[in-house]
Nanobody
Framework: QVQLVESGGGSAQAGGSLRLSCAAS????????MAWFRQAPGKEREGVAS???????RYAESVKGRFTISKDNAKRTTYLQMNNLKSEDTAMYYC????????????????WGQGTQVTVSS
């Protein structure tokens, strides 16, 4: 059974940093594509960053240069380092995974975590 468990959310001031973690179990992790999505109240879920088994990364334009996705195969954990946070980064953040090609489209992911809240105050 595949499980994805997020941690590391919380509150930060604008300009600050947070690091999210997503621990995976029940998958052949090193071949899995992993991604972070977010959803703010009243808005659609959007892809933030993804990373595939070859460590190829993709980012939404809104977070390029500020967020970094990485993965540690030994720990079966995916990270999202978020720097220079802005109030518009406030959202519930979800970890997602799927075999194959990494995208920023939610329809391409088969497994999801429960989410972790990130709140940025200006």
């Amino acid at each position: 059974q595949v499980q994805l468990v997020e941690s590391g959310g919380g509150s930060a001031q604008a300009g600050g940093s947070l690091r999210l973690s997503c621990a995976a179990s029940g998958v052949t992790y090193r071949y899995y594509s992993m991604a972070w999505f977010r959803q703010a109240p009243g808005k659609e879920r959007e892809g933030v960053a993804s990373i595939d088994g070859h460590y190829t990364t993709r980012y939404a334009e809104s977070v390029k240069g500020r967020f970094t996705i990485s993965k540690d195969n030994a720990k079966r954990t995916t990270y999202l380092q978020m720097n220079n946070l802005k109030s518009e980064d406030t959202a519930m953040y979800y970890c997602a995974g799927a075999p194959g090609f990494a995208t920023l489209a939610s329809k391409d992911y088969t497994h999801w975590g429960q989410g972790t809240q990130v709140t940025v105050s200006s």
